[in-house]
């Protein structure tokens, strides 16, 4: 019985995050995890939102003495950007400091979804939702990894095509959960764009995709928007048969 509960536990969906009756080592497990989680999280601010940053902060000063209106509109995504950044690194230190608690906050699932466009929105974003399926019937680490894909799409998006449209699509079936990002082309261009990549957060997503056999496409088209889509198949636990 110790192990098929063990191979449920596994397959947990969303709904089960609320339910507690973990033993002292699932607790120091579930520790580690989180402590891991935090520092990737740390690593993703300091790596993308930040050095995001800097790269708006030297195309603005290259374009303030002959374009000063294009710098101020700059100005304004570093402003937007600096908050975003400062909100996820208040979020992970927060985690850290509860890390030790029982009752610290759940890491993000696709559930938050509308919390995170919101956030975008208030931010001039023009973003529209659609889900189709029950996201309770996703497994927790299948919903949590959609969901930094999706954090992934929207803030490349605000990035890379400022003043585009965005659309997050999710779909949820028996066998697997398909999410999607698409933007269309920015509706102002400014200096340095290429300099702007952040080909290190494809890779790292897609690193994370590879954990739960997930897999990535993230692809431009011909008018200058961007598509970025993950799928993730749902482990099942097996049925353990015992002699």
């Not at 050095?51 to 402003?79: F, K, M």
């Not at 764009?193 to 957060?201: A, F, R, T, V």
């Not at 994370?208 to 598509?227: F, I, M, N, P, Q």
């Amino acid at each position: 019985m110790g192990g098929a509960g063990a191979a449920c536990g596994a397959g947990a969906t969303a709904r089960d995050r609320s339910r507690g009756g973990a033993g002292g080592g699932d607790r120091e497990a579930s520790r580690a995890t989180e402590r891991a989680r935090i520092a990737q999280e740390l690593h993703d601010v300091a790596g993308q939102h930040l050095a995001g940053l800097v790269s708006l902060c030297d195309a603005s000063a290259e374009l303030a003495p002959a374009h000063p209106d294009q710098a101020l509109r700059l100005i304004e995504e570093v402003r937007a950007e600096g908050r975003y950044a400062a909100a996820s690194l208040y979020g992970a230190l927060g985690d850290l400091r509860s890390v030790e608690d029982v009752a610290h906050a759940p890491t993000p699932d696709l559930r938050d979804l509308e919390t995170l466009a919101r956030f975008w929105r208030e931010r001039g974003m023009e973003v529209s939702l659609e889900v189709r399926g029950d996201l309770d019937e996703a497994p927790v680490v299948v919903s949590s990894t959609a969901y930094r894909a999706v954090q992934e799409g929207l803030s490349n998006a605000a990035k890379h095509a400022p003043g585009a449209p965005v659309e997050v699509r999710v779909t949820v079936d028996a066998e697997r959960l398909h999410a999607g990002v698409t933007n269309g082309s920015p509706r102002h261009s400014r200096a340095g764009e290429d300099d702007l990549g952040l080909g290190w957060g494809l890779e790292n997503l897609r690193d994370k995709l590879a954990l739960v056999d997930g897999t990535l496409d993230a692809s431009g088209d011909e008018s200058r928007g961007w598509h970025l889509a993950v799928e993730i198949p749902f482990v099942r636990p097996r049925e353990i048969v015992r002699d």
